[in-house]
T-cell receptor, first 113, second 115 residues
Framework: DAGVTQSPTHLIKTRGQQVTLRCSPK?????VSWYQQALGQGPQFIFQ???????QRGNFPDRFSGHQFPNYSSELNVNALLLGDSALYLC????????????FGPGTRLTVT | AQSVTQPDIHITVSEGASLELRCNYS??????LFWYVQSPGQGLQLLLK??????LVQGIKGFEAEFKRSQSSFNLRKPSVHWSDAAEYFC?????????????FGQGTTLQVKP
């Protein structure tokens, strides 16, 4: 049973650029949440998707956007990258019946220079 | 607003010794509570969860946690620590009623295990 997968593993971008991160949920899950984890901090909720729509959003600017596809996979897009966007981006999947019970992928390490 | 506090940033214990990691939350109603573990450079692994019922919950890897409503706490325990338990531990809370799925995490506690 495949768990949550994320790609790429690592990414280096320059300030002002745009980036797309990808996530495939665990088999049987239809809800995807994204979190940002800065170095030495706990993860912070960015947003959650199910039925291909953003359902909840944390305190992040509009530069952060997402998408969910019919197969439940998801993308996180960040525009106009800032140095402060450097972090580990975690994707978590869950089932609609228990959205709080989330299973995390290994993350994508984004470095902005 | 909901918040989670993990008072201990760093804890060192000897292998074989017992462990308790503290977690306090701020929320009016009964929340859903979780403990996750993160090894260096890895994602988060769910250790255990509390939704309702028995306030002592068992998890994977020999961990357990106790929900104490009067103290707004959900402390993680293990009777005998193994060297492989060295990692970062996160307590998280979510709304119990709306089931919306947003998790709020504490700052984490780094566990170091001495041989």
């Amino acid at each position: 049973d495949a768990g949550v997968t994320q790609s790429p593993t690592h990414l280096i971008k320059t300030r002002g650029q745009q980036v797309t991160l990808r996530c495939s949920p665990k088999s049987g899950h239809d809800t995807v949440s994204w979190y940002q984890q800065a170095l030495g901090q706990g993860p912070q909720f960015i947003f959650q998707y199910y039925e291909e729509e953003e359902r909840q959003r944390g305190n992040f600017p509009d530069r952060f956007s997402g998408h969910q596809f019919p197969n439940y996979s998801s993308e996180l897009n960040v525009n106009a990258l800032l140095l402060g966007d450097s972090a580990l981006y975690l994707c978590a999947s869950s089932a609609r019946s228990s959205q709080v019970e989330q299973y995390f992928g290994p993350g994508t390490r984004l470095t902005v220079t | 607003a909901q918040s989670v506090t993990q008072p201990d940033i760093h804890i060192t214990v000897s292998e074989g010794a017992s462990l308790e990691l503290r977690c306090n939350y701020s929320y009016g109603a009964t929340p859903y509570l979780f403990w996750y573990v993160q090894s260096p450079g890895q994602g988060l692994q769910l250790l255990l969860k509390y939704f309702s019922g028995d306030t002592l919950v068992q998890g994977i890897k020999g961990f357990e946690a106790e929900f104490k409503r009067s103290q707004s706490s959900f402390n993680l325990r293990k009777p005998s620590v193994h060297w492989s338990d060295a990692a970062e531990y996160f307590c998280a809370v979510s709304h119990g009623s709306s089931n919306t799925g947003k998790l709020i995490f504490g700052q984490g506690t780094t566990l170091q295990v001495k041989p």
